[in-house]
């Protein structure tokens, strides 16, 4: 059986054999010619499957997924022949030894990359040079080594990130640089030292003059700085003059205003604004408060720059909250004070602050210095005395000498409400707070008239504007008086109505030893009717300014918020437009403005036209001071 078995077996695999043999194969079909592959790869491949047998289809995506030995061999064919490319490279530049830090550099923005010329410490010093000679130079400057590597906020100084190490000379240099990007010189400080941007050249010279024009031609095109004193002493040159050239004089028309806000003065000063005056002539704005500080900006820088209006100069006073502060109309003196037996000067040009301890023979009557007025041609200052019984004291002293030269006793209720000066400075007006005021002759040092401000409750506050054409004046040649009080009513006199109406007639109340007379033998009466009386604050009236020529007055209450008006004169109308209930003003502390030569200075250095007619300036309770147009 087993053989029988066995037989039958090879039988069987003689007779497969066969059949195969007969039988064609997979392997054995047509292939198509781009699929036809190496016989020994098929066998290879026939092997690798274990002799199962794959499709031509089969076969190829195993090669395409997992690749064979002629596609290896074609691989490596390609990567030697890229290696060459790149051998022949960098036999050609040269770079194939380099490092990977040597390949790269860091583009540092050196000028000498821009410009051929190099920047020598020489250059320098004629970029920078004054057109003064230095007072005073130190030689340590030279030796003395800066590092500005080392330092956070120095590393703006280098000019080259490898920079580190220079010395004071160019140190103190770099600073200066730094200091005029973030603050651009004044319009007003150019034009004060620069000189014209152009000379022409003479047709007949030889060439070292045309050389010696090309140099100022280049040092000229450099503004070079002036000394805040310097400015000071040549004050005719900043500002344009306001002869018959300027043209007609700018009028407002009464009712509706045409204002525009403008750049408020920056920062805010950490106590109210209580004192607040322009200078006569310069476009300087002085401003002070309890705070103790005094601040002095400079408001005609142009509002493109990137600090429009900016902080001059600024003085602190230790333990002297300071109540009144004001230029000296004809030097650059600064008079500041306190609730103190004492008050200071401050002297821009040199910088010195005099300490005024007492004033003699007035010790009793002067025991604070707080509120006075110096007189408009800088001859005089007025210090508001002690109250005394029945009436109050003004003391009038020399603004150049500071010793006293004279008094001026008032017989009023409470004493003196306010007081200001005539324009040409030859008198005061007194206001008591009874509502009597009295006109007084400094040159004489007698009281050359008395009148009552009708229906007087509390007088506060009292100020001259405007003038009147009759030069010959026995009070002055103020047009306006303008009166107000605690109930907010304010009264508008107009001195011209005096000197032409008829002759007053001599009261018990008002005897003709004590009118004012005229050369036409005309006075002013004993009770003068007002010209109008405005009724728009409801609170005690706190400031009452004229602007320059008398057109504009700005009256103001700080017991209340916005309460601030403006008036058209001499048609004696409050404007109806502004301010509206959206205008920012806040409990007003400080009003000021200014006009004629200042606002043409400002136009020039801002570009705000000719139609510009004023420049109002109000302080808020909150330390903030914004500013507007008056077109």
């Given amino acids: 059986m087993l053989d029988d078995w066995t037989i039958d077996q090879g039988n069987l695999k003689d007779s497969m054999s066969r059949s195969k043999a007969s039988e064609p194969t997979l392997l054995q079909q047509p292939t198509p010619p781009e699929q036809v592959e190496d016989e020994d790869e098929l066998d290879v491949e026939y092997a690798r499957d274990g002799g199962r047998g794959k499709d031509v289809t089969e076969l190829e995506l195993d090669r395409l997924v997992f690749g064979d030995s002629a596609g290896f061999r074609a691989g490596l064919g390609d990567i030697g022949l890229r290696e060459g490319v790149e051998e022949g490279a960098d036999e050609d530049t040269g770079l194939g030894g380099l490092d990977d830090a040597d390949l790269f550099f860091t583009d540092t923005g050196d000028a000498d990359a821009i410009q051929p010329t190099t920047h020598t410490d020489s250059d320098d010093d004629d970029t920078f040079r004054s057109k003064l000679p230095a007072a005073w130079e130190d030689s340590d400057d030279e030796r003395t080594l800066v590092s500005l590597a080392s330092v956070p906020r120095l590393r703006k100084l280098r000019r080259t990130e490898a ?32 000189k014209p941007a152009y000379k022409k050249r003479r047709l007949s010279g030889s060439d070292d003059d045309e050389a010696a024009s090309d140099e100022d031609m280049d040092s000229d095109d450099i503004p070079s700085s ?127 602050v005099e300490k005024i301890a007492r004033v003699y023979g007035q010790q009793h009557e002067q025991r604070s210095m707080e509120r006075f007025k110096l007189s408009p041609d800088g001859k005089y200052m007025a210090l508001l005395g002690s109250a005394r019984k029945g009436g109050g004291v003004v003391n009038v002293l020399s603004a150049s000498t500071l010793q006293w030269v004279s008094q001026v006793r008032v017989e009023s209720r409470g004493g003196v409400a306010d007081f200001c ?128 020529d008398g057109q504009l007055l700005v009256m103001a209450s700080k017991w209340k918020r916005d309460a601030l008006r ?66």
């Fill in 226 to 352: 002036a000394p805040l004193s310097k400015l000071l002493r040549d004050a005719e040159s900043l500002v344009r003059s306001s002869g018959p050239s300027t043209g007609k004089k700018r009028k407002l028309r009464p009712e509706v205003i045409d204002i525009q806000r403008a750049k408020d003065i920056p920062g805010v000063q950490p106590s109210a604004i209580t004192s607040l005056s322009f200078h006569p002539t310069l476009p300087l704005l002085l401003s002070s408060g309890p705070s103790s500080t005094l601040s002095l900006h400079h408001i005609a820088s142009s509002p493109s720059a990137p600090n429009p209006n900016p902080l001059l100069t600024s003085l602190h006073i230790r333990g002297s909250t300071l109540t009144t502060t004001a230029f000296h109309p004809k030097d650059s003196r600064i008079f500041l004070s306190a609730r103190r037996r004492y008050f200071h000067v401050w002297d821009l040009q040199t910088g010195r």
């Fill in 421 to 548: 000066w005539w324009r040409d400075g030859k008198g005061l007006c007194i206001a008591g707070k009874s509502g009597e005021v009295t006109e007084w002759n400094v040159g004489t040092q007698t009281v050359v008239a008395r009148w009552q401000d009708e229906g007087a409750v509390g007088t506060t506050t009292i100020a001259l504007g405007g003038q009147h054409e009759f030069v010959k004046s026995a009070f002055g040649t103020d047009r306006w008086v303008v009166v107000g009080s605690s109930s907010g009513i304010v009264n508008i006199y107009d001195r011209r109505v005096w000197l032409t109406g008829p002759p007053p007639t001599a009261t018990p109340t008002a005897p003709s030893s004590i009118m004012a007379t005229t050369s036409a033998g005309l006075g002013i009466p004993s009770h003068p009717k007002p010209t109008k009386t405005l009724a728009h604050l409801t609170t005690p009236t706190s400031h009452l300014v004229f602007s320059p």
């Fill in 163 to 194: 920079e580190d190490v220079v010395n004071g000379k160019d140190y103190s240099r770099r600073l200066r640089q730094q200091f005029e990007l973030l603050h651009p010189r004044p319009q007003w400080a150019q034009h004060a030292t620069q």
């Fill in 566 to 631: 403006l008036v058209q004169l001499p048609s004696c109308t409050v404007f109806r437009n502004w301010p509206t209930s959206s205008t920012p003003l806040g409990r007003i502390t400080g009003v000021a403005v200014a006009g004629g030569e200042i606002v043409d200075s400002v136009e020039g250095a801002s570009g705000a036209g000719a139609g510009v007619y004023a420049v109002l300036v109000v302080a808020s309770e909150g330390g903030k001071m914004k500013m507007w147009e008056v077109r």
